[in-house]
């Protein structure tokens, strides 16, 4: 399959939609987002106007029109979104992010009563959702978490503690993963549930704008309906169907911040002159923009095939998101870093947002799984392929 090729007027248009809605109600803010380590309610205003947070899920859930009758074209779609937000800031590329995968668990994994409930208002951007897995002891690990969901008559009581939990200071509903008797369980956990208390994390090296959280746990009793799925699904079902989700959008939106940085490269290294010559002219300036280029270009075919397996519902579609995030969220520290040597001493200073990307950039190899647990995954699945 030629996917470079395969572009629709429809794919080329949600291209351009998401765009132009980034880059207008999005990248002006970037900076600021970044210094006041928030976005602005105004941001999430125009992304909720867009449609942004009903990207991605199905259209009986809330969804955008078209996408049960075009299900790859609207996962392209989707990934456009995230591409165009990662350009625009990554920070809030990340938010739209952690919507997405705990929406996209609860859509899979919910009870007709759930999505009824929860649907319209994740959709519409009424309820901002996060997903809350790891722990001060516990983070490669999921399975071992150790906060504590105890049956309590109809419902749970809930105690122990999250960490770095991106929206954790802003989001509205976490899918919260906890140990129970019966294994790893999923409850959905509102924020003014009592009980719960947020403490917000300053000064992170980059992506500031995703206003991480350690979420506090105390004797926080849930009904029975918020259990998503079944007990013992937690980490294997539900926190995997919003990892998946997370990979695939990470990947596209590493695309976009590499993509960010790129542009800003072709554009100092045309417009800057050392030795008598535009410093583009040097065979060694050349050498970064060429393998800058080659790999935004590659990481990009891998997110569209991901995304055409993740329409499809192919079997290949967890490892190929698996893939498109190792190979992206590593791409783009090796392009921020060039992109910032092109710039020289205006790389490094405040004037241009290289330093930013730069910081932002270190983010992608940490979260939806750290590079090295997502060569192990990639290495099992290659195992269990077997010999062609
Ligand atoms: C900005 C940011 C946002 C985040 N947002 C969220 C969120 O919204 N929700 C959430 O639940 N979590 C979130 N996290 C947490 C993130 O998922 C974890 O940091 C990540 O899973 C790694 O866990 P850890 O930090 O505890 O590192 P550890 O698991 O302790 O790993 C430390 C090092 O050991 C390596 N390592 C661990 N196990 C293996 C192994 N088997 N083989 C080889 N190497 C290994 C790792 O690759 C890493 O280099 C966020 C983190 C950050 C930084």
Same mark, same amino acid.
């Given at each position: 399959?030629?996917?470079?090729?395969?572009?629709?007027?429809?794919?080329?248009?949600?291209?351009?939609?998401?765009?132009?809605?980034?880059?207008?109600?999005?990248?002006?803010?970037?900076?600021?987002?970044?210094?006041?380590?928030?976005?602005?309610?105004?941001?999430?205003?125009?992304?909720?106007?867009?449609?942004?947070?009903?990207?991605?899920?199905?259209?009986?859930?809330?969804?955008?029109?078209?996408?049960?009758?075009?299900?790859?074209?609207?996962?392209?779609?989707?990934?456009?979104?995230?591409?165009?937000?990662?350009?625009?800031?990554?920070?809030?590329?990340?938010?739209?992010?952690?919507?997405?995968? /705990?929406? #996209? &668990?609860?859509?899979?994994?919910?009870? +007709? %009563?759930?999505? @009824?409930?929860?649907?319209? !208002? $994740?959709?519409?951007?009424?309820?901002?959702?996060?997903?809350?897995?790891?722990?001060?002891?516990?983070?490669?690990?999921?399975?071992?978490?150790?906060?504590?969901?105890?049956?309590?008559?109809?419902?749970?009581?809930?105690?122990?503690?999250?960490?770095?939990?991106?929206? /954790?200071? #802003? &989001?509205?509903?976490?899918?919260?993963? +906890? %140990?129970?008797? @019966?294994?790893?369980?999923? !409850? $959905?956990?509102?924020?003014?549930?009592?009980?719960?208390?947020?403490?917000?994390?300053?000064?992170?090296?980059?992506?500031?704008?995703?206003?991480?959280?350690?979420?506090?746990?105390?004797?926080?009793?849930?009904?029975?309906?918020?259990?998503?799925?079944?007990?013992?699904? /937690?980490? #294997?079902?539900?926190?995997?169907?919003?990892?998946?989700?997370?990979?695939?959008?990470?990947?596209?939106?590493?695309?976009?911040?590499?993509?960010?940085?790129?542009?800003?490269?072709?554009?100092?290294?045309?417009?800057?002159?050392?030795?008598?010559?535009?410093?583009?002219?040097?065979?060694?300036?050349?050498?970064?923009?060429?393998?800058?280029?080659?790999?935004?270009?590659?990481?990009?075919?891998?997110?569209?095939?991901?995304?055409?397996?993740?329409?499809?519902?192919?079997?290949?579609?967890?490892?190929?998101?698996?893939?498109?995030?190792?190979?992206?969220?590593?791409?783009?520290?090796?392009?921020?870093?060039?992109?910032?040597?092109?710039?020289?001493?205006?790389?490094?200073?405040?004037?241009?947002?290289?330093?930013?990307?730069?910081?932002?950039?270190?983010?992608?190899?940490?979260?939806?799984?750290?590079?090295?647990?997502?060569?192990?995954?990639?290495?099992?699945?290659?195992?269990?392929?077997?010999?062609?």
């Amino acid at each position: 399959m030629n996917i470079a090729a395969e572009v629709t007027s429809a794919q080329a248009e949600a291209r351009a939609h998401w765009q132009a809605v980034a880059q207008a109600e999005v990248a002006p803010f970037a900076r600021q987002i970044d210094r006041e380590a928030a976005v602005p309610e105004a941001v999430m205003a125009a992304l909720r106007e867009a449609g942004a947070f009903a990207s991605g899920f199905p259209e009986a859930f809330g969804g955008p029109a078209g996408a049960q009758g075009d299900p790859v074209g609207a996962a392209l779609a989707h990934g456009a979104l995230h591409e165009a937000l990662g350009r625009a800031s990554a920070s809030v590329q990340g938010v739209l992010n952690v919507h997405h995968m /705990g929406g #996209s &668990a609860l859509a899979r994994w919910g009870s +007709a %009563a759930q999505k @009824a409930h929860w649907g319209p !208002l $994740l959709t519409s951007g009424a309820t901002r959702c996060a997903i809350a897995i790891t722990e001060p002891e516990v983070g490669s690990d999921a399975t071992a978490v150790r906060t504590r969901a105890e049956v309590d008559g109809d419902g749970w009581v809930v105690s122990g503690e999250k960490a770095w939990i991106t929206c /954790g200071a #802003s &989001a509205d509903l976490f899918v919260l993963i +906890a %140990a129970s008797a @019966a294994g790893p369980v999923a !409850l $959905l956990l509102p924020r003014e549930a009592p009980g719960l208390s947020i403490a917000p994390i300053p000064d992170m090296l980059g992506c500031r704008g995703y206003a991480m959280a350690r979420l506090i746990l105390e004797d926080v009793r849930l009904p029975g309906e918020a259990l998503l799925g079944k007990p013992g699904f /937690g980490v #294997s079902h539900v926190a995997a169907t919003g990892l998946e989700s997370g990979r695939h959008n990470l990947a596209w939106g590493c695309v976009g911040l590499a993509e960010a940085c790129r542009q800003a490269a072709l554009s100092h290294v045309q417009r800057r002159a050392q030795f008598g010559e535009k410093i583009a002219e040097f065979q060694l300036v050349q050498q970064l923009i060429a393998r800058m280029s080659t790999e935004i270009h590659a990481a990009r075919l891998m997110c569209r095939s991901a995304a055409v397996a993740r329409g499809q519902r192919a079997m290949t579609a967890a490892k190929e998101a698996t893939m498109a995030k190792y190979f992206a969220s590593t791409m783009v520290g090796r392009v921020a870093k060039d992109a910032q040597q092109l710039h020289g001493a205006a790389g490094i200073g405040p004037k241009t947002p290289l330093e930013m990307y730069f910081r932002d950039a270190r983010i992608m190899e940490v979260i939806e799984g750290t590079t090295q647990i997502l060569e192990v995954m990639i290495a099992r699945f290659s195992y269990q392929e077997g010999p062609a």
